[in-house]
């Protein structure tokens, strides 16, 4: 039987890194997983939640933990949190377990995409697009540094883009 590949999508909040995600594996017909919602399950807290009581670096702690776990398995699509690639220890993970897609969007678009979500601790602010702008400045360079291919998906179907992914990768 030929070995399973898996998939590890990346980029910022917005990209629809989850629903993307779910369109491929259905495509692959591979197992899917999202790391937040993962976190999630594990803890039995939302993202907020874990936020507010651990502050980002013991959520990053839990976000690893997951990654790690998630990557260890063979077949799946994985759908990582936007901060996720700030640890080198799980760019390195990553890169080493599986095929990374940088899904690469707009300000514009993220802003559009999240401006009515109130699970995103990060922009619970009074200026999240520039909180995105920030978050984009530090983290983009590490999604290229990680990613075999870049996708873009802005102004494109989910399910065009995981077709996209699919060809590029050829699947």
Do not use: C
């Not at 197992?31 to 993962?38: H, I, T």
């Not at 976000?63 to 759908?79: F, R």
């Not at 400045?137 to 291919?149: G, I, K, Q, S």
Request: no cysteine.
């Amino acid at each position: 039987m030929a070995e399973k590949r898996n998939i590890f999508l990346v980029g910022p909040m917005g990209a629809g890194k989850s629903t993307i995600g779910r369109h491929l594996a259905d495509e692959l017909h591979l197992d899917f997983f999202d790391s937040d919602q993962e976190i999630e399950r594990r803890t039995g807290a939302d993202i907020a939640w874990i936020f507010d009581l651990e502050g980002e670096d013991g959520f990053r702690a839990r976000e690893e933990n997951v990654i790690n776990d998630l990557t260890d398995k063979q077949g799946i699509v994985l759908a990582t949190g936007g901060g996720s690639i700030v640890t080198k220890a799980v760019r390195n993970r990553l890169s080493a377990r599986g095929i990374v897609v940088y899904l690469q969007t707009t300000i514009d678009k993220q802003v559009a995409r999240t401006q009515r979500d109130k699970r995103r601790p990060l922009l619970q602010n009074e200026d999240p697009e520039q909180v995105l702008r920030d978050l984009a400045e530090m983290r983009n360079p590490l999604y290229e540094e990680v990613a075999d291919y870049i996708v873009d998906t802005d102004d494109q179907s989910a399910r065009a883009v995981a077709n996209q992914i699919i060809s590029k990768i050829g699947l």
